[in-house]
């Protein structure tokens, strides 16, 4: 069993930064690829960047260049620094495992208003 926890979310003006944080439970976090996936009002979720456990990693079109993934292991814990926010990206933001299973976490909101 895997839990995921989110946190790191807020309320931010448009070209300013936040750095989310997703910490996990159970043994298998090393050999799990990591993801970030957001869900915007009336969309469907998507995906916004994810990690292998080589440390390959994979980012949507739009955020290339002021989004980094990264993990560490050894703490279980993967990041999502966000620079430049748009409005646009106002958002749930929610962590993903893939490993022996998939796993969500519960979200945490971003929201990008001036």
């Known amino acids: 069993q895997v839990q995921l926890v989110e946190s790191g979310g807020g309320l931010v003006q448009p070209g300013e930064s936040l750095r989310l944080s997703c910490a996990a439970s159970g043994t298998f976090f090393s050999i799990s690829t990591m993801g970030w996936y957001r869900q915007a009002p009336g969309k469907e979720r998507e995906l916004v960047a994810d990690?292998?456990?080589?440390?390959?990693?994979n980012y949507a079109d739009s955020v290339k260049a002021r989004f980094t993934i990264s993990r560490d292991n050894a703490k279980k814990t993967v990041y999502l620094q966000m620079n430049s926010l748009e409005t646009e990206e106002t958002a749930v933001y929610y962590c993903n495992s893939k490993g022996l299973g998939i796993y969500w976490g519960r979200g945490t909101q971003v929201t990008v208003s001036s």
């Open positions: 990690i292998s456990r080589s440390g390959s990693t």
